[in-house]
C-alpha cells in the first residue's frame, strides 16, 4: 500500500511564502507522477499541480507563476514552495497520484493565509 505523510505548512500574511513537502513510500517513486491537491474549508478537493517522473510540472491555473513543485527521487519526496501566498491559498494541501489520486490520502498540511 501507498503510505504518503506531509509535513510542513503553517500561518503566513498575505504576500509569504511557505513550503511543505511529501514523503511517499511503497511504489516505484521514481516512476510515479505525484500531484498536490488541497481542500479549502466547505469546498472540494482540487488538484494544485503534479510532477512526472522526468520532472515535467502542470500547475492549476490559480496557482500558476507562484507555486513550484520539485521532486528529490533518493529521498522519495515530492516539495511545493509556495510564494506570493493569498488569503484563497488557505487549505489543507495533501499529495497523492499526480494521474489518478488513488492511493491513501494521508494527514495533509495545513496553510493558513491571513493578515
Known amino acids: 500500500q501507498v503510505q504518503v505523510v506531509e509535513s510542513g505548512g503553517g500561518a503566513v500574511q498575505p504576500g509569504g511564502s511557505l513550503g511543505i513537502s511529501c514523503a511517499v513510500s511503497g511504489v516505484i517513486f521514481s516512476l510515479t507522477t505525484v500531484g498536490w491537491y488541497r481542500q479549502a474549508p466547505g469546498k472540494q478537493r482540487e488538484k494544485v499541480g503534479t510532477?512526472?517522473?522526468?520532472?515535467?510540472?502542470n500547475y492549476a491555473d490559480s496557482v500558476k507563476g507562484r507555486f513550484t513543485i520539485s521532486r528529490d527521487n533518493a529521498k522519495n519526496t515530492v516539495y511545493l514552495q509556495m510564494t506570493s501566498l493569498k488569503p484563497e491559498d488557505t487549505a489543507v494541501y495533501f499529495c497523492n497520484g499526480g494521474i489518478v489520486p488513488r492511493w491513501n490520502w494521508g494527514q495533509g498540511a495545513q496553510v493558513t493565509v491571513s493578515p
Open positions: 510532477i512526472a517522473s522526468d520532472g515535467t510540472t
